[in-house]
C-alpha cells in the first residue's frame, strides 16, 4: 500500500539494509489515549526480530519489557535458549547449502549413511559444518540439548519442552520450525 511505498522510498527499512522485515517498536504516550503512537525504534533482520519478540512475550525467558526481577529464566539459562536457537540456524543454513547443490546435494544431506562419513571427519578432527547432514546434525543438536540440561544448580521442571523450563522458549519454537516445515521434494 502507500505507507510500504512511502516507507520504502524515504529509506524507513534502512534498519535492514533497505530490505524487509522490519519491525517498528511503537510506545504509546501515557498521558493521553488520544495522541497517536509515537515509533521508538526500527528493528531489522528476522533473527533479531525473533530474538527481540521471545524476549517480550517471555519465550526467551526474560520478563516482558524490562521487567528481569519477574524473568522466568536467569542469564545463563537464556543463553542456553540462544544457543539452541543458533544450532537450528546452522542446521538450516547447511540445509540451503545442500539445496543449492541440486538433487545430489539434497540426497547426500538427508542420506542416513553419509552420516557415518561425517562422524569419521569428526573423529579425525576435520569436522566442519560444510560435511554434516541431517543425521549428524540431529545427533549434534541432541548432545547440545544434553549439555544445556546437565547443570543440576539451574531449576528444572518436569515438562515437554526441550530445556525442561515451565513454558516453551524460542529454542522450542525454533526446534518445532526446523523439523516441521516442508522441505522441498527431490525430483
Not at 47 to 55: D, G, L, Y
Request: aromatic share 8%.
Amino acid at each position: 500500500g502507500p505507507e510500504f511505498r512511502h516507507d520504502r522510498n524515504f529509506r524507513g527499512f534502512d534498519a535492514n539494509m533497505g530490505n524487509l522485515p522490519i519491525l517498528q517498536v511503537v510506545d504509546h504516550h501515557p498521558s493521553s489515549s488520544n495522541q497517536r503512537p509515537v515509533v521508538r525504534h526500527t528493528i531489522g533482520q528476522s533473527h533479531s526480530i525473533a530474538k527481540f519478540v521471545a524476549n517480550q512475550s517471555e519465550h526467551l525467558g526474560g520478563g516482558v519489557g524490562e521487567d528481569k526481577e519477574h524473568a522466568l529464566l536467569s542469564p545463563i539459562q537464556q543463553a542456553h535458549v540462544d544457543a539452541i536457537y543458533e544450532c537450528c540456524r546452522d542446521i538450516k543454513a547447511s540445509w540451503y547449502r545442500a539445496r543449492r547443490q541440486g538433487n545430489d546435494g539434497k540426497r547426500k544431506w538427508l542420506d542416513p549413511t553419509t552420516a557415518t562419513t561425517a562422524h569419521n571427519n569428526k573423529m579425525k578432527g576435520s569436522d566442519d559444518n560444510n560435511s554434516k547432514n541431517l543425521h549428524t546434525f540431529c545427533y549434534d543438536l541432541e548432545r547440545a540439548l544434553a549439555a544445556s540440561n546437565s547443570n543440576n544448580n539451574i531449576k528444572k521442571f518436569d515438562s515437554p519442552w526441550c530445556l525442561r523450563t515451565k513454558q516453551p522458549t524460542l529454542a522450542d519454537i525454533a526446534i518445532y520450525h526446523l523439523f516441521a516445515t516442508p522441505k522441498p521434494s527431490i525430483v
